[in-house]
């Protein structure tokens, strides 16, 4: 059996409850890059990063910001529809609709303009990630 917790202050944190004992796999460390996405995008959005992971849909502002978490994990992480809709706990077809919906959106000048600063974000870390790994090596 799987759920959602959110704790004070926290992020919401799965839960597989098994013959008596909790154990409970936080996001943030099972995906450090996701929960720094998530961030990234709550922090432009003017949103809590707990409202993006929430069981409903929850406001327009929160679901479009969910959605753009959701794209942005796809195209810049490359992840898979079905291992994005199980960080943010959708189905898989919730995220291809959140990307195809966010694309369509991306024809308007502004938008792309606020999502493209994510990206841009999001490629300045992972220079600096394969920089320190060069170095490292």
Avoid at 74 to 82: D, E, L
Wanted: include cysteine.
């Amino acid at each position: 059996m799987r759920s959602l917790e959110a704790y004070a202050g926290e992020g919401p944190v799965l839960v597989r409850k098994r013959a008596g004992r909790v154990l409970r796999f936080d996001r943030r460390r099972a995906d450090p890059r996701g929960w720094h996405l998530a961030e990234l995008v709550a922090a432009d959005r003017r949103i809590r990063v707990s409202e993006l992971f929430g069981p409903d849909r929850g406001k327009a502002e929160i679901a479009l910001a969910r959605q753009l978490a959701m794209y942005l994990m796809h195209t810049h992480y490359s992840r898979i529809y079905s291992e994005v809709g199980r960080f943010f706990g959708r189905d898989r077809t919730t995220v291809s609709y959140a990307c195809a919906l966010i694309e369509e959106m991306r024809e308007d000048p502004a938008f792309d303009d606020r999502v493209g600063r994510i990206e841009r974000e999001l490629a300045g870390e992972a220079t600096q990630e394969q920089e320190l790994a060069h170095a490292a090596s």
